[in-house]
């Protein structure tokens, strides 16, 4: 299996960047946007995953089929995601 050596300076700056963001998550926390402050929190959430995913576990220099284990698995969290949300949106219909 070939390695790709990833310079110091990129996870310094990866570093930075996930800092930024919590610092933003915070900052986000402390401001009034309504039903938009979970949204903005998830949406940040979601960014920092992704660079997490890509760079630490180092699937942007992967084979093609690491990206399919990739999205196969987001593609199984969205279906868990939806049943669950099923059953919870649909609990007060029962009378």
């Given at each position: 299996?070939?390695?790709?050596?990833?310079?110091?300076?990129?996870y310094?700056?990866?570093?930075?960047?996930?800092?930024?963001?919590?610092?933003?998550?915070?900052?986000i926390?402390?401001?009034?946007?309504?039903?938009?402050?979970?949204?903005a929190?998830?949406?940040?959430?979601?960014?920092?995953?992704?660079?997490?995913?890509?760079?630490?576990?180092?699937?942007?220099?992967?084979?093609?089929?690491?990206?399919?284990?990739?999205?196969?698995?987001?593609?199984?969290?969205?279906?868990?995601?939806?049943?669950?949300?099923?059953?919870?949106?649909?609990?007060?219909?029962?009378?």
């Amino acid at each position: 299996m070939s390695e790709h050596i990833v310079p110091t300076r990129t996870y310094y700056t990866i570093f930075a960047i996930l800092m930024l963001c919590t610092g933003l998550t915070v900052a986000i926390a402390f401001v009034n946007l309504g039903a938009m402050n979970i949204v903005a929190a998830l949406a940040i959430a979601a960014f920092k995953a992704t660079i997490v995913v890509l760079f630490f576990m180092h699937v942007k220099y992967s084979t093609r089929l690491t990206w399919a284990v990739v999205v196969g698995s987001l593609f199984w969290l969205g279906i868990l995601l939806a049943l669950t949300l099923g059953d919870y949106l649909t609990r007060g219909w029962i009378t």
